[in-house]
T-cell receptor
Framework: KQEVTQIPAALSVPEGENLVLNCSFT??????LQWFRQDPGKGLTSLLL?????REQTSGRLNASLDKSSGRSTLYIAASQPGDSATYLC??????????????FGKGTKLSVKP | DGGITQSPKYLFRKEGQNVTLSCEQN?????MYWYRQDPGQGLRLIYY???????QKGDIAEGYSVSREKKESFPLTVTSAQKNPTAFYLC????????????FGDGTRLSIL
């Protein structure tokens, strides 16, 4: 059974610091991997989606990498800002027929960026 | 503005009562999903539907029911058989195929009276 783990569970950094969030998964047979952001009491906002054939994706100050063979992904946030404070969730999509949308989530990393 | 609307934002359930959570989308997506989120936990899949008039159980379907009579709507009923319904419920939609991101509503928080 696929399991997704995110480390650390919480992280506090000063503004301007570059940081890395980690995600690992136990079954390398994935269709894609997605990173989401969740603000308190809100739904999820998609940040980046990496297809299984890709190594990385970039959007602005965010860069996500994928190493499928080792079951790892990282989300790199450059020059962090207080507005980046949120919980970041990693999710993998299983690679078997008809179930690619059934995401399996980690528990998230709660990020706090101090001014 | 395209998006997903969940209502109500807060809901309270009495013992033995069924309650229904609404999810409406105007993104013209075929696939829709219901997730449950407990404090400090990731999201877990309750039910999903890839097309109108068809839906499948997810990992934690017991005590829940759904319908998909219209493309835009995917209501979730929390029945009295669900003994621990207190949670944050999130609805999502997606273009089928899996290689597009899922779009989420802002959730419904369900509590027991």
């Amino acid at each position: 059974k696929q399991e997704v783990t995110q480390i650390p569970a919480a992280l506090s950094v000063p503004e301007g610091e570059n940081l890395v969030l980690n995600c690992s998964f136990t079954d390398s047979a994935i269709y894609n991997l997605q990173w989401f952001r969740q603000d308190p009491g809100k739904g999820l906002t998609s940040l980046l989606l990496i297809q299984s054939s890709q190594r990385e994706q970039t959007s602005g100050r965010l860069n996500a990498s994928l190493d499928k063979s080792s079951g790892r992904s990282t989300l790199y946030i450059a020059a962090s800002q207080p507005g980046d404070s949120a919980t970041y969730l990693c999710a993998v999509s299983p690679n078997y027929g008809g179930s690619q949308g059934n995401l399996i989530f980690g528990k998230g990393t709660k990020l706090s960026v101090k001014p | 503005d395209g998006g997903i609307t969940q209502s109500p934002k807060y809901l309270f359930r009495k013992e033995g009562q069924n309650v229904t959570l609404s999810c409406e989308q105007n993104l013209n997506h075929d696939a829709m999903y219901w997730y449950r989120q407990d404090p400090g936990q990731g999201l877990r899949l309750i039910y999903y539907s890839q097309i109108v008039n068809d839906f499948q159980k997810g990992d934690i379907a017991e005590g829940y029911s759904v319908s998909r009579e219209k493309k835009e709507s995917f209501p979730l009923t929390v029945t009295s058989a669900q003994k621990n319904p207190t949670a944050f419920y999130l609805c999502a939609s997606q273009i089928p195929g899996g290689n597009q991101p899922q779009h989420f509503g802002d959730g419904t928080r369900l509590s027991i009276l």
